[in-house]
T-cell receptor, first 113, second 113 residues
Framework: GENVEQHPSTLSVQEGDSAVIKCTYS??????FPWYKQELGKGPQLIID?????GEKKDQRIAVTLNKTAKHFSLHITETQPEDSAVYFC????????????FGGGTRLMVKP | GAVVSQHPSRVICKSGTSVKIECRSLDFQATTMFWYRQFPKKSLMLMAT?????????EQGVEKDKFLINHASLTLSTLTVTSAHPEDSSFYICSAATGTEAFFGQGTRLTVV
């Protein structure tokens, strides 16, 4: 089955700086890669996703890149703000696995004012 | 994004009693619903996958008689924790999937005393 690894597990940045979180996956047949933001005591919220036919996608301060050959994808947050502080999870969906997602271990992002 | 409503958000119950958690997709029909359990500072652990009108598929190590899942319609799934014990205390999260994306409920904090 799919295996997703996420780094770093914790990340502390100064407000206004950029933050990058990286994930690798094992199944080359995976074709959908969402990113979720989870605030304390709440469920994960989809913030951006990318499909395997696209190399990069951007939505305001958030961007995701995908390298299919290397089987890794990254989340980039620019001009970070304190409200970006949360736990971020990457995930991968295997082809032919229904809608089942395999999650990375999570990254706790802290943005210091 | 689509809205998934999970209820209750918090519940405290006595040891030996049962607790039901509801998960509803409010503005879309979910082909598949998933139930996760999350331990503090950990990633999401898939418990089971359910499709409307059929029996849930449980992950290895998850007791199907203890965690009863009913998926009565394309917009409602329920998880019942039967004969709850303190070790069942956790954060439970549901997810509803369309053909491509998955959206999460707010989560339920279960405390068994």
């Amino acid at each position: 089955g799919e295996n997703v690894e996420q780094h770093p597990s914790t990340l502390s940045v100064q407000e206004g700086d950029s933050a990058v979180i990286k994930c690798t996956y094992s199944d080359s047949a995976s074709n959908y890669f969402p990113w979720y933001k989870q605030e304390l005591g709440k469920g994960p919220q989809l913030i951006i996703d990318i499909r395997s036919n696209v190399g990069e996608k951007k939505d305001q301060r958030i961007a995701v890149t995908l390298n299919k050959t290397a089987k890794h994808f990254s989340l980039h947050i620019t001009e970070t703000q304190p409200e970006d502080s949360a736990v971020y999870f990457c995930a991968a969906r295997e082809n032919n696995a229904g809608n089942m997602l395999t999650f990375g271990g999570g990254t706790r992002l802290m943005v210091k004012p | 994004g689509a809205v998934v409503s999970q209820h209750p958000s918090r519940v405290i119950c006595k040891s030996g009693t049962s607790v039901k958690i509801e998960c509803r997709s409010l503005d879309f029909q979910a082909t598949t619903m998933f139930w996760y359990r999350q331990f503090p500072k950990k990633s999401l652990m898939l418990m089971a996958t359910s499709n409307e009108g059929s029996k849930a598929t449980y992950e290895q190590g998850v007791e199907k008689d203890k965690f009863l899942i009913n998926h009565a319609s394309l917009t409602l799934s329920t998880l019942t924790v039967t004969s709850a014990h303190p070790e069942d205390s956790s954060f439970y999260i549901c997810s509803a999937a369309t053909g491509t994306e998955a959206f999460f409920g707010q989560g339920t904090r279960l405390t068994v005393v």
